[in-house]
């Protein structure tokens, strides 16, 4: 079945600093999602890509859809702490939607 | 504010009982998702249901059993409870069936002691 690893599990970024976090799948996607979960809360949408190779900007956040398809990424520029939180993505295939483990961000001031 | 309500916000039974979680979906949305998220842990997707329709099976354990009726609110009925079955528990609510992003209510907290 359709598999969405995303990578790495936990990212300790300094402050000011940049990182990017990465989504794999097993299958080709229709299109991936991108949703975030503050420490307590609930996930929250971020943004959706559909096309091969698209790329869209939330601010400092870049998200990135691979030419294949198969693959996402989320970059984040200047973290700041208010860029705690668990970032998940979602990958939809024959509109079923797999959700990746996270990746949990912490942010030393 | 998502627009999803989940009742109740935390929830304490003890091993073997059982529970009821309900989940009022955003004004509009037809799909109702349950996920399970265990401590540090990802989101465990459960079962789906749209317009009243069961749509999606994840791994639903036998003890659980979900509907959505006819006002398009869910609920999610959780027996014979173990430890294990300690986690928050997401409804998740999409204007149809395909595609649509997800907005999650803030989830119910279960602790079985």
């Known amino acids: 079945g359709q598999q969405v690893m995303q990578i790495p599990q936990y990212q300790h970024v300094q402050e000011g600093e940049d990182f990017t976090t990465y989504c794999n799948s097993s299958?080709?996607?229709?299109?991936i999602q991108w949703y975030k979960q503050r420490p307590g809360g609930h996930p929250v949408f971020l943004i959706q890509?559909?096309?091969?190779?698209e790329v869209k900007k939330q601010k400092r956040l870049t998200f990135q859809f691979g030419e294949a398809k198969k693959n996402s990424s989320l970059h984040i520029t200047a973290t700041q702490t208010t860029d705690v939180g668990t970032y998940f993505c979602?990958?939809?295939?024959?509109?079923?939607?797999?959700f990746g483990a996270g990746t949990t961000v912490t942010v030393r001031a | 504010d998502s627009g999803v309500t989940q009742t109740p916000k935390h929830l304490i039974t003890a091993t073997g009982q059982r529970v009821t979680l309900r989940c009022s979906p955003r004004s509009g949305d037809l799909s109702v998702y349950w996920y399970q998220q265990s401590l540090d842990q990802g989101l465990q997707f459960l079962i789906q249901?749209?317009?009243?329709?069961?749509?999606a099976k994840g791994n639903i354990l036998e003890r659980f059993s979900a509907q959505q009726f006819p006002d398009l609110h869910s609920e999610l009925n959780l027996s014979s409870l173990e430890l294990g079955d300690s986690a928050l528990y997401f409804c998740?609510?999409?204007?149809?069936?395909?595609?649509?992003?997800?907005?999650f209510g803030n989830g119910t907290r279960l602790t079985v002691t």
């Open positions: 890509l559909v096309k091969s190779g």
């Open positions: 979602a990958g939809i295939n024959d509109y079923k939607l797999s």
């Open positions: 998740a609510s999409s204007v149809d069936q395909r595609n649509s992003p997800l907005h």
């Open positions: 299958t080709t996607l229709s299109n």
């Open positions: 249901y749209y317009n009243g329709e069961e749509r």
